[in-house]
């Protein structure tokens, strides 16, 4: 089972995290003994706005043509690609680090909301079911908004070096994971391939020399919808008006967050923003509990089917390591910047989903998240309007064009596992750009005698 073949990965995960966590608290306590003042100035402190202006420049071309690539490979993925977007927009271009994700938000919802227009055109690779899973997105939905939130607090209290070391630790993990599956899928394609040619070579005979060239018809031709009947199959009004009612009350919460708190009594200001809590869990125990008892109702009538692309028995252990992963795939969200797909995308494939439907459902959560996101920065005037715009319609094309070259190359080729490569090569790219920006603004702060301990959550934003 997918669940017990992870241990080993969740035992890393949680070893190297609370190494990490531990060594700063250390630190922190080691710095705090030996500079107050660093302290305190450190707490008054912010960090300055840079925005650079939207003109032509070597630079604006080649953040252009990586932020192509990033959305176009990303989207394919299913990871967004905020790991390659951030550090670009901050080393490139020379957006401080908080516009640097705002933007990069942006940017994840036009690869998003193009890729989700795409994949509801292009049918189910091998059922007559949307390739869209609105079981898994009404999962994993809420509990990545909701870490998201949690993810956004924590940016605030821990240091900038501690979630670098974080980041890279699970992305170093996840990529690493993703492309031995990558792998093992790619010699499963083989093994069917070379099966499938010595059937073809079977059904031709020993006699080669006797060739006909009449092009037999199957009993049963395969019946080719038209694009408004796969859109119909497709979208599933029900579940996305649920999906929709999620976002806008965890939009109505952003936005009172945005708002002026002071005017507002303390008590009534943190149930507002708590409300978003039972939202999540209401939401994530509803679809919990349909998936679980249809699973027992199931297993009771010898029924082995899957309930949906997830190979695994919905038990309440396989159900809360979901729901935990789904927390934890929003807060490297909220940290990074990110849709919370570097999660996401691999926790799909680990459980069973296959790579074709596991893009598509990954792209179609991060499209709420990250579009969440942009309303929250924008009330908050966290991004050039000039650049979001410019920067997102580069997403936009590149979204929808990544889906349509991979998607005629799987075609092609007859190997799904391209898109779990291309998701393990994003993530390790990720990786590397985010080790390279911490290591810079680690030195940096270093050199400035900044305090790099963890902050208080009244710290100045």
Same mark, same amino acid.
């Given at each position: 089972?997918?669940?017990?073949?992870?241990?080993?990965?969740? &035992?890393?995960?949680?070893?190297?995290?609370?190494?990490?966590?531990?060594?700063?608290?250390?630190?922190?306590?080691?710095?705090?003994?030996?500079?107050?003042?660093?302290?305190?100035?450190?707490?008054? /402190? +912010?960090?300055?706005?840079?925005?650079?202006?939207?003109?032509?420049?070597?630079?604006?071309?080649?953040?252009?043509?990586?932020?192509?690539? +990033? /959305?176009?490979?990303?989207?394919?993925g299913g990871v967004g690609g905020g790991g390659i977007f951030v550090p670009m927009l901050n080393l490139l271009l020379g957006f401080d680090t908080k516009s640097a994700a705002a933007l990069s938000k942006c940017m994840i919802m036009g690869a998003s909301a193009s890729s989700v227009w795409y994949n509801v055109r292009?049918?189910?690779?091998?059922?007559? $079911?949307?390739?869209?899973?609105?079981?898994?997105?009404?999962?994993?939905?809420?509990?990545?908004?909701?870490?998201?939130?949690?993810?956004?607090?924590?940016?605030? &209290?821990?240091?900038?070096?501690?979630?670098? @070391?974080?980041?890279?630790?699970?992305?170093?993990?996840?990529?690493?994971?993703? =492309?031995?599956?990558?792998?093992?899928?790619?010699? #499963?394609?083989?093994?069917?391939?070379? #099966?499938?040619? %010595?059937?073809?070579?079977?059904?031709?005979?020993?006699?080669?020399?006797?060739?006909?060239?009449? %092009?037999?018809?199957?009993?049963?031709p395969k019946e080719e919808k038209s694009t408004i009947e796969i859109l119909c199959l497709n979208l599933k009004w029900k579940r996305i008006l649920l999906l929709i009612v999620v976002w806008v009350s965890f939009l109505l919460v952003q936005v009172i967050k945005a708002m002026e708190l002071d005017t507002w009594p303390?008590?009534?200001?943190?149930?507002?923003?708590?409300?978003?809590?039972?939202?999540?869990?209401?939401?994530?125990?509803?679809?919990? &509990?349909?998936?679980?008892? #249809?699973? %027992?109702?199931?297993?009771?009538? +010898?029924?082995?089917?899957?309930?949906?692309?997830?190979?695994?028995?919905?038990?309440?252990?396989?159900?809360?390591?979901?729901? /935990?992963? !789904?927390?934890?795939?929003?807060?490297?969200?909220?940290?990074?910047?990110?849709?919370?797909?570097? &999660?996401?995308?691999?926790?799909?494939? #680990?459980?069973?989903?296959?790579?074709?439907?596991?893009?598509?459902?990954?792209? =179609? @959560?991060?499209?709420?998240?990250?579009?969440?996101?942009?309303?929250?920065?924008?009330?908050? %005037?966290?991004?050039?309007?000039?650049?979001?715009?410019?920067?997102?319609? $580069?997403?936009?094309?590149?979204?929808?064009?990544?889906?349509?070259?991979?998607?005629?190359?799987?075609?092609?080729?007859?190997?799904?596992?391209?898109? $779990? =490569?291309?998701?393990? !090569?994003?993530?390790?790219?990720?990786?590397?750009?985010?080790?390279?920006?911490?290591?810079?603004?680690?030195?940096?702060?270093?050199?400035?005698?900044?305090?790099?301990?963890?902050?208080?959550?009244c710290s100045s934003q």
């Amino acid at each position: 089972m997918p669940m017990l073949s992870s241990r080993a990965f969740i &035992v890393y995960l949680v070893s190297a995290f609370s190494c990490a966590v531990l060594s700063a608290l250390f630190l922190t306590n080691h710095t705090r003994h030996d500079n107050k003042a660093s302290l305190l100035t450190s707490h008054v /402190s +912010g960090t300055p706005q840079v925005w650079p202006d939207l003109e032509p420049s070597w630079k604006l071309v080649l953040a252009t043509v990586i932020g192509f690539l +990033g /959305s176009a490979c990303g989207t394919v993925g299913g990871v967004g690609g905020g790991g390659i977007f951030v550090p670009m927009l901050n080393l490139l271009l020379g957006f401080d680090t908080k516009s640097a994700a705002a933007l990069s938000k942006c940017m994840i919802m036009g690869a998003s909301a193009s890729s989700v227009w795409y994949n509801v055109r292009v049918p189910h690779p091998t059922k007559e $079911v949307p390739i869209l899973d609105y079981d898994l997105a009404l999962l994993f939905q809420p509990m990545l908004m909701l870490g998201i939130t949690v993810g956004v607090a924590l940016s605030v &209290v821990f240091p900038y070096w501690l979630i670098t @070391v974080l980041i890279i630790i699970l992305f170093v993990g996840t990529s690493s994971r993703s =492309f031995f599956k990558g792998i093992n899928m790619w010699r #499963e394609e083989t093994i069917f391939k070379r #099966e499938k040619v %010595k059937q073809q070579a079977t059904l031709l005979g020993e006699d080669k020399t006797v060739r006909i060239d009449t %092009k037999y018809e199957p009993l049963i031709p395969k019946e080719e919808k038209s694009t408004i009947e796969i859109l119909c199959l497709n979208l599933k009004w029900k579940r996305i008006l649920l999906l929709i009612v999620v976002w806008v009350s965890f939009l109505l919460v952003q936005v009172i967050k945005a708002m002026e708190l002071d005017t507002w009594p303390n008590l009534l200001a943190h149930v507002l923003l708590l409300f978003q809590f039972p939202i999540a869990f209401l939401v994530f125990g509803y679809e919990a &509990v349909k998936l679980y008892k #249809e699973h %027992k109702r199931r297993m009771s009538t +010898g029924n082995l089917e899957c309930i949906c692309e997830a190979s695994i028995e919905w038990t309440a252990i396989n159900l809360a390591f979901c729901a /935990s992963c !789904g927390v934890v795939g929003g807060v490297v969200g909220g940290l990074l910047g990110s849709g919370g797909g570097f &999660v996401l995308g691999p926790l799909l494939l #680990e459980i069973g989903v296959i790579p074709q439907v596991a893009s598509a459902t990954a792209t =179609f @959560v991060m499209m709420f998240s990250s579009s969440l996101s942009v309303v929250e920065f924008y009330l908050l %005037k966290r991004f050039p309007i000039a650049y979001a715009l410019y920067l997102t319609l $580069v997403s936009v094309l590149a979204g929808f064009w990544g889906q349509f070259f991979v998607r005629r190359l799987i075609a092609f080729l007859g190997r799904a596992s391209i898109i $779990v =490569f291309i998701l393990s !090569g994003v993530i390790f790219a990720s990786a590397l750009t985010m080790g390279v920006v911490g290591i810079e603004s680690s030195i940096q702060m270093i050199n400035n005698n900044e305090f790099m301990g963890f902050l208080g959550f009244c710290s100045s934003q």
